[in-house]
């Protein structure tokens, strides 16, 4: 889900990927930003990139 959120897709679509339901999304990414410490999309990629958890970037 992490890979889907910095791609930034929306919680809807994000829940059209698996089949999940919009409100799963939002649960998961309640408790993730809550792992990191973060008030959003934003703080929450930022931390994720600091700590090297997607790994490289193959885009350029």
């Given at each position: 889900?992490?890979?889907l959120m910095a791609l930034?897709?929306?919680n809807k679509e994000i829940a059209a990927r698996?089949?999940?339901t919009g409100g799963?999304?939002?649960l998961h990414l309640h408790r993730i930003?809550?792992?990191l410490q973060a008030s959003g999309r934003v703080q929450?990629?930022?931390a994720v990139?600091?700590?090297?958890l997607?790994?490289?970037r193959e885009d350029g």
């Open positions: 889900m992490l890979r930034g897709l929306a698996p089949v999940i799963t999304v939002k930003y809550g792992k929450a990629f930022r990139e600091r700590l090297g997607l790994g490289k």
